[in-house]
C-alpha cells in the first residue's frame, strides 16, 4: 500500500490577510456552488457605499430569497437587458461581465459579484 501525505488548507486561518489582498482589486469574484455562503459573504459589503454588491441570480431575476438588493444593480440590469435583451448566461455571460467592468470604471466604488 502506497502512502500519501495529505495537506490541509485552513482558509479562515489567515482570514484577514486574504480579505485585505482580494480588495486591492476594483473587481471581486465570488464563486462557488449552491450553499457555500457567496450570498452571505457579499451581503456584508452591500450597505458599504464603497462596494457595489453584484448577484449574478438577481441579475438574471431568478427566483431567489427576499435578501436585499444593491441600488446599482437595477441599474446594471437595464443596460444589459437594453443593450443584449436578455442578459447572457454560460459562456455568454463574458461580454456582459465586461460591460459590467466598464461601467465601473468611471466609479470609485468596487465591484463584488458572485454567483456559481
Known amino acids: 500500500m502506497v502512502r500519501m501525505k495529505v495537506y490541509k488548507i485552513n482558509m ?5 490577510d486574504y480579505e485585505k ?3 486591492n482589486d476594483n473587481v471581486i469574484n465570488i464563486i462557488g456552488s449552491k450553499g457555500s455562503g457567496k450570498t452571505t459573504s457579499s451581503l456584508k ?3 458599504d457605499n464603497n462596494y457595489i454588491v453584484i448577484n449574478c441570480d ?3 431575476e431568478l427566483p431567489g430569497s427576499n435578501e436585499e438588493e444593491d441600488k446599482e444593480l437595477r441599474i446594471i440590469r437595464d443596460m444589459l437587458k437594453n443593450k ?4 447572457k448566461e454560460g459562456k455568454e455571460f463574458i461580454s456582459c461581465y465586461n460591460d459590467i467592468v466598464n461601467y465601473i470604471k468611471n466609479k470609485t466604488k468596487k465591484v463584488l459579484m458572485e454567483g456559481n
Open 12 to 16: 479562515f486561518k489567515d482570514k484577514n
Open 21 to 23: 489582498v482580494l480588495t
Open 84 to 87: 443584449y435583451g436578455n442578459i
Open 45 to 47: 459589503y452591500i450597505s
Open 58 to 60: 438577481r441579475l438574471l
